[in-house]
């Protein structure tokens, strides 16, 4: 079997006027199926943008990302709007729910995206259904009228969370997911993805600034100069399960 996710020489460069940024200097990475992978590093190192083009939202200069062994990062704009909406789950730091709805709506919403409206009439009650039990696993579940404004910012992570998993993605790209949380919610929603991965066995992808968060996900990575590396090769210890990734040469 192929593995989940691989990345082959992964160059991005940003312009500025008429000046080239280099951020991305050529990523080697393979990421197994149900692996739990966490990449540290200063900000502005890149972190970000490797996970952006991972899924799909932006597109790399040069290199290849492959998922499940076929290439991904040269498909269509519509070919990358399915998997973005069907394969990847995205959590970010500011959440990005919207505050007009509820929380219950917002978590339901892409599964509206991904319907035709037709399609979506018939599939309301079940798509409700879900969500209202992802919301009671992430336990939301007796907020589900509730309005973003009216919940504290680890239940909108929360909330996030639940509408990530509302389409049942192979992979969770998780950007900063605690950023925003103090010290007991941040582990709060760090044990949630723990189980996800543990129980469900999702791939999860997570760049933290947290290097104590990172060392509990089992696969620890650094960028450093935009590159990959394990963390134990920039100075800190590598933690159990390190060499269940593999990590390509340079």
Not at 26 to 53: Q, R, Y
Not at 66 to 72: D, P
Not at 97 to 118: A, K, T, Y
Not at 224 to 235: I, M, N, Q
């Amino acid at each position: 079997m192929p593995d989940h996710l691989t990345t082959e020489d992964l160059k991005k460069s940003y312009h500025k006027h008429r000046i080239d940024i280099p951020v991305l200097q050529g990523v080697d990475l393979a990421v197994p199926h149900g692996a739990f992978v966490s990449i540290v590093g200063t900000s502005g190192s890149g972190k970000s943008t490797l996970l952006h083009l991972l899924g799909t939202l932006d597109k790399p200069d040069a290199g290849k990302i492959m998922l499940n062994g076929k290439r991904i990062d040269n498909l269509s704009a519509g070919e990358r709007d399915q998997l973005r909406n069907r394969t990847f789950g995205y959590i970010f730091q500011f959440y990005h729910l919207l505050p007009e709805f509820s929380v219950l709506e917002n978590v339901s919403m892409p599964g509206l995206i991904s319907h035709s409206v037709l399609s979506w009439l018939g599939n309301r009650r079940k798509q409700r259904k879900k969500a209202q039990e992802l919301l009671d696993r992430v336990g939301l579940g007796k907020r589900l009228r509730h309005k973003p404004r009216e919940l504290s910012g680890g239940e909108m992570q929360r909330a996030a969370i639940a509408r990530a998993l509302i389409s049942s993605p192979e992979i969770l790209l998780a950007d900063e997911p605690t950023g925003n949380l103090d010290a007991d919610t941040g582990g709060d929603v760090l044990r949630l993805l723990l189980e996800l991965n543990r129980e469900d066995g999702l791939t999860i992808i997570m760049v933290t600034h947290n290097k104590e968060m990172a060392q509990q996900t089992g696969n620890v990575l650094q960028m450093v100069r935009g590159k990959l590396v394990p963390a134990a090769e920039s100075g800190q210890l590598a933690p159990p399960g390190i060499e269940r990734l593999k990590l390509k040469s340079a």
